[in-house]
């Protein structure tokens, strides 16, 4: 495992070269985002932009969030706080992060990063927490490759698209077991990298 | 769970004229190079719609899409009108019945009069019968995400791709409720898969749920160049 990076860099680290290159064109008022493609902005803004640049910056973003999700699933699982359909799924779950951590570092190649070091504190301990938390990660995770897809190349969208498929299943499993509304939006809200970043940094997890 | 999957249909015709009509074409004309906002599937729809540079081919796409969810929307509809449903099982099929329907209702919006018809429905008797209306409802959600990750690589409007991400995010969570309910892993494995549509019209086929080709206007023989 590489240097530990600080909190901020872990979520942030991944260079944003597509944005750069269009950020002079579009952006006003600092906005940075992956891709160079304002998902999430109110007004429509049609831009020229070059495919397939940042894949690996965008397949980074996953992975640090598909690590994070095994982590938060394997340290619940060695921590045996678990029982009945939470234990059935964090160990069906944290086999498809697994699955999906191991997809995203083939496709990544020697460009994929290292896992970040975690620490969940409790909220791997306790029924409760362990549930809140299982549905922000699911939650994130969902709404991350909601917002990047359109980023990426055809191709690397589909693998995207595989792991987002399961990521929503995801969701509405952990929301249906602990009583919350499986599928409550007729279309699935994106969350922007700077959102994506907010949440996974709030969760204090990463070190 | 081979034994939910969408057995016994024959459509005779709306997915396959879809078909003819995406694989006969020529992939030529590329809107590579536009990107749209809109985080929402309505919002990146509405978007690339007012835009109206969407390929013949994302026309195509969208146009089986429309089908597929006129046929799902039907399929809640008619179960819930028929009244053979528990209460829990119209509480979920309510909702899902919804969403259907509003897919239904922004891509009928965004094509415009480009929008093929709706088709009708024969369900099989599927519809009257508890067991049979949650087995269906789980191999048709399965199916939906297998179809909406297989289009991507036909996708080339930014919007669309971002409205396709949101709509197979709300499906996936379909028919990880709908497999919940009916007592089976919601998640059955760690990807989902990419059918064609020509796979998907198969199965859509098989099922005979489809009575009549709403599309008139391809009559041309298949040309399957994709």
């Known amino acids: 495992m590489g240097p530990q990076p600080s909190r901020r860099s872990a979520v942030r ?18 906005v940075v985002l992956i891709g160079g493609v304002p998902l999430l902005s109110r007004a429509p803004k049609i831009v020229h932009a070059r495919r397939g640049q940042s894949d690996d910056e965008i397949l980074n973003f996953a992975l640090l969030i598909e690590y994070l999700e095994e982590g938060f699933y394997l340290d619940a699982l060695s921590k045996n706080a678990l029982s009945g359909e939470l234990l059935l799924f964090a160990q069906e779950v ?13 496709a990544l190649g020697n460009k994929a990063r290292p896992p970040p070091t975690f620490g969940f504190g409790d909220d791997t301990n306790d029924t409760q927490r362990f549930a ?12 991350a490759y909601i917002g990047q897809g359109a980023n990426l190349s055809r191709s690397v969208a589909v693998i995207a698209a595989r792991i987002a498929s399961v990521e929503a299943r995801h969701s509405a499993w952990i ?10 939006h007729a279309a699935d809200p994106a969350m ?11 969760t204090g997890y990463l070190s | 769970m081979e034994d939910l999957s969408l057995n016994q249909f ?14 006969g074409r020529s992939r030529a004309s590329f809107l590579g ?9 309505f919002a990146a729809l509405a978007t690339a719609a007012r835009a109206a540079e969407l390929g013949a081919d994302e026309i195509d796409v969208l146009n089986f899409d429309l089908t597929f969810e006129h046929l799902q929307a039907g399929f809640y509809n008619e179960g819930l009108r028929f009244g053979a449903l528990r209460h829990e099982t119209r509480s979920w099929a309510r909702v899902i019945g919804a969403h259907e329907q509003a897919h239904v209702k922004i891509l009928s919006e965004v094509l415009g009069r480009r929008a093929v018809k709706k088709p009708f429905f024969d369900y099989q008797g599927v519809t009257e019968d508890e067991d049979a209306f949650t087995k269906t409802a789980v191999a048709m959600e399965d199916l939906t995400t297998d179809l909406l990750i297989g289009q991507l690589k036909d996708l080339r409007t930014p919007g669309l791709v971002s409205a396709v991400f949101s709509l197979l995010s709300v499906e996936a969570r379909h028919a990880a409720w709908v497999r919940h309910v009916a007592g089976v892993l919601p998640v059955a494995r760690p990807l989902d898969q990419a059918k064609s549509l020509r796979e998907v019209s198969e199965v859509i086929r098989s099922t005979r749920f489809m009575k009549e080709n709403p599309i008139t206007w391809a009559k041309t023989a298949p040309r399957f160049t994709g």
Do not use: C, K, Y
């Not at chain 1, 944290?94 to 083939?106: D, N």
């Not at chain 1, 929301?175 to 409550?184: E, F, L, N, S, T």
């Open chain 1, 13 to 30: 680290s991944p260079a944003i070269t597509r944005a750069r290159f269009l950020r002079g064109a579009l952006f006003t008022g600092g």
């Open chain 1, 94 to 106: 944290s086999a498809h992060e697994a699955a999906h951590v191991q997809l995203l570092r083939e």
């Open chain 1, 132 to 143: 809140s938390a299982a549905v922000l990660l699911e939650e994130t995770g969902s709404g």
């Open chain 1, 175 to 184: 929301r249906d077991i602990v009583g919350r509304h499986p599928a409550p």
């Open chain 1, 192 to 202: 922007t990298e700077e959102e994506v970043s907010a949440a996974i940094r709030e």
């Open chain 2, 10 to 23: 024959d459509a005779d015709g709306a997915i396959d004229e879809a078909l003819h009509r995406l694989f």
């Open chain 2, 33 to 41: 190079s536009v990107a749209f906002a809109g985080g929402s599937f």
